[in-house]
């Protein structure tokens, strides 16, 4: 038997995107089948540069430049994957996704179950979506509620650098549809991280508490984790303890992790950017209280994004759940006041 | 058993020859020119006319002047993105000046040069790139379809509405311009067969300026030219140089004329360049070299006028320093007009969402109002905390 020397692992910082990039290179690396594509993927590296390197470490059959028609990529992709092989999708915008809808909807999402499990498609779409980077319209659409409307879909959403790359690398492996859910006003957020050892983290469907706290929960998700995080801060001055739980993973959705928090601390505020009408939180919202009902000191509330199309970039910061608007609801959650 | 044996393999299994079929229409008057189609420097500028001429050139020096002037807002932070159309400035004013004035004219998110062309205040096109609001003009009152991101997208919209104005009678055609990227979008295809099913009275103009961000015309389509696109649908496709304002003047003119007259659709493809990276945020040295960039500059679409012209004593000093006074004087302006900072209200954010705003949005509405008076409170106490 030969001992090998643990290899030093070396933590610096890293961003999100490099993170994204790496979670690519490593599973194409292991898995000849993992094949990246999408518009400016290849020399330019994507338009956010995720995609950077690959098509001169694999090749561009292997990381390809596609023509510009997002219907075309997605259904290629099926086909691709009907054949064996892994697809990575890009998508460039989250707005530039609707033209692939319908093979996202009537196709991706549903071959499972019409061949009776026979013909699995394991695709990832990776879209940038949300607010907060200054871009003109259709730059900056939360178009979750779509997704995880959709049976048949897996939908993540990473907040964290560890995150991108490990739940990159469950959603390359998985042999299921994933959308995943790429936070760009994230891209460039920083975490010392070990592109050589990643650290591991929980998988697809799991939730995490990333702050523990007495008086109430936040549930969020993506762009919103860092916000939550500053207003739980906050709220200590204002004499509340707040927990706050990243979903992580939307589709599925881990309830146990939500109910167990609401239950601790009785009290609980959804917060996400996309709308509030049909978004996701209605869902959570729904779930929580049928769950925990009796240990609910105040009804769930939610803070999102306004019910409009998403506005121009002047007038953005109106319209994004901020640092302020999550306090002013946690007051509201004294409901005996 | 061999293959021969199967039923119907082969032509010597068919008892009767097929029914005779013919071609819907005759493909060979629908096929572009081999070459681009040219006018600058060739004998056909014999019948140029003077007087249209100088016109485009003084349309050129001033959309290059505009051209200059929003990347230069970029820089100052007055403008959050530009694409520029440096090199491509006889398409985007060529497809302007062929339009009367009840057409209407369908540009793509770099067409904003088109629409100033037409007429529109050059801060009302800069809109929504600055930021303040999606579009920043009344679509029907300048008959200029609202600058459209998504790509291809406007296009069935503009056979929708081609259409809908003869339904009514009207005498009214759409030109709606696209990107070689954009002609890979489904709704390319099925605005092409709709305009060409419907014999819409509207004219496509694909400005092939060789790059689509990154990725070259070879990778995003493998016909011969995009203009043979059009023979597939059943329309007249025409290849024309895009540099050569007067070739685009008249074979865009030739397609209106035609769509006027009940002709039906054209598709045009316009062979250019985009000298500048896609948009200011872009690294254009990731996926060109400069020396393609050069050879471009070479065939300018200012230069190529200004030698006709002025080879042919239709243009003097005098005229080029006057065209350049009146860039300079729409320069100015725009920077003004940029300078001043936008007038903005939150709460137009509530407004327009639907006809009749809903209890939600009013719920809302009144929250955000909530939020302004208390931080205009807050300021207030700062300033004189008494
Ligand atoms: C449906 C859609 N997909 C992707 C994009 C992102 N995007 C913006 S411009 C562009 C390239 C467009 O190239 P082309 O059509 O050749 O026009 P050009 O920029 O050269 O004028 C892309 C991919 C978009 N705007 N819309």
């Given at each position: 038997m030969t001992t090998v020397a643990a290899k030093p692992t070396t933590t610096k910082p890293a961003t999100m995107a490099q993170a994204l990039n790496r979670a690519m290179r490593d599973a194409m690396a292991e898995d000849p089948t993992v094949h990246v594509m999408g518009e400016d993927v290849g020399a330019l590296g994507g338009v956010f540069r995720i995609t950077d390197g690959l098509a001169k470490e694999f090749g561009e059959d292997r990381c390809t430049d596609t023509p510009l028609a997002e219907a075309g990529i997605l259904g290629a992709a099926v086909g691709m994957a009907m054949y064996g092989l892994r697809p990575v999708v890009e998508m460039q915008f989250d707005a530039f996704a609707y033209p692939a809808f319908e093979q996202l909807i009537s196709h991706v999402a549903k071959m499972r179950n019409r061949t009776r499990g026979a013909m699995p498609l394991p695709i990832t779409i990776r879209v940038p979506y949300g607010g907060g980077i200054g871009g003109v319209e259709h730059h900056s659409d939360s178009s979750e509620a779509y997704y995880v409307a959709t049976p048949g879909l897996t939908v993540v959403t990473p907040a964290t650098v560890e995150d991108a790359y490990g739940l990159l690398r469950a959603s390359i492996a998985s042999d299921d549809p994933v959308v995943f859910l790429e936070p760009k006003r994230l891209y460039w957020s920083k975490a010392d991280w070990s592109p050589e050892a990643p650290a591991a983290v929980p998988g697809i469907g799991e939730a995490l508490v990333r702050r523990t706290g007495t008086s109430a929960t936040l549930i969020t998700y993506g762009p919103s984790l860092p916000v939550c995080m500053e207003a739980a801060e906050a709220a200590r001055e204002e004499g509340w303890d707040l927990e706050v739980v990243d979903l992580r993973s939307l589709v599925p959705f881990d309830e146990e992790t939500v109910v167990a928090s609401v239950r601790r601390t009785g009290r609980a505020v959804v917060v996400h950017?996309?709308?509030?009408?049909?978004?996701?939180g209605a869902e959570i919202a729904a779930r929580v209280t049928e769950r925990c009902f009796h240990h609910l000191e105040a009804p769930v509330l939610r803070v999102t994004g306004f019910d409009i199309p998403y506005p121009p970039p002047m007038l953005e910061k109106h319209h994004l759940p901020g640092v302020d608007r999550i306090l002013d609801t946690v007051a509201r959650l004294q409901w005996e006041n | 058993m061999t293959v021969q044996e199967l039923p119907g393999a082969g032509a010597s299994h068919r008892s009767t020859p097929p029914p005779a079929w013919r071609p819907r229409t005759d493909a060979a008057p629908l096929l572009p020119d081999p070459e681009p189609y040219r006018?600058?420097?060739?004998?056909?500028?014999?019948?140029?006319?003077p007087e249209l001429m100088r016109r485009c050139y003084a349309e050129l020096v001033r959309g290059r002047r505009y051209n200059a002037q929003a990347t230069a807002l970029t820089r100052q932070g007055r403008l959050a993105v530009y694409p520029s159309t440096v090199g491509q400035e006889a398409c985007e004013i060529a497809a302007a000046m062929v339009l009367e004035e009840q057409d209407w004219l369908f540009p793509s998110y770099r067409d904003t040069l088109a629409a100033v062309a037409r007429g529109l205040d050059p801060v009302e096109a800069l809109t929504l790139l600055r930021g303040d609001?999606?579009?920043?003009?009344?679509p029907r009152e300048r008959r200029i379809a609202p600058l459209?991101?998504?790509?291809?997208?406007?296009l069935p919209h503009a056979v929708g509405l081609a259409h809908a104005a003869r339904l009514r009678g009207d005498d009214v055609v759409a030109l709606a311009m696209v990107g070689d990227g954009g002609t890979s979008e489904g709704d390319f295809h099925e605005a092409m067969n709709f305009a060409a099913v419907w014999q819409a009275p509207v004219v496509f103009l694909v400005q092939n300026n060789g790059f689509a961000i990154s990725v070259p015309l070879a990778k995003q389509t493998a016909a011969p030219t995009l203009a043979h696109k059009a023979v597939g649908y059943g329309m007249p496709g025409r290849l024309v140089d895009g540099n050569d304002i007067a070739a685009m003047h008249e074979v865009l003119s030739e397609a209106v004329r035609r769509a006027r007259a009940g002709g039906g659709p054209t598709m045009i493809e316009a062979v250019t360049y985009r000298i500048e990276a896609h948009t200011n945020a872009d690294d254009a040295t990731r996926y060109r070299g400069d020396a393609e960039v050069e050879a471009w500059k070479a065939h300018d679409p200012i230069q190529l006028l200004e030698r006709e012209l002025t080879a042919r004593g239709l243009l003097d000093e005098a005229g080029i320093q006057a065209a350049k006074d009146a860039a300079e004087e729409m320069a100015a302006a725009l920077r003004d007009g940029m300078n001043a900072e936008p007038v903005l209200d939150p709460m137009d954010l509530f407004e327009n969402v639907y006809a009749q705003q809903t209890g939600r949005l009013r719920e809302q509405a009144a929250m955000l109002r909530a939020e302004l008076d208390a931080a205009e409170q807050d300021a207030a106490e700062e300033e004189d905390p008494s």
């Open positions: 950017e996309s709308g509030g009408f049909g978004g996701p | 006018v600058l420097g060739t004998p056909a500028a014999d019948r140029l006319d609001w999606h579009t920043g003009y009344d459209s991101t998504p790509l291809a997208t406007q």
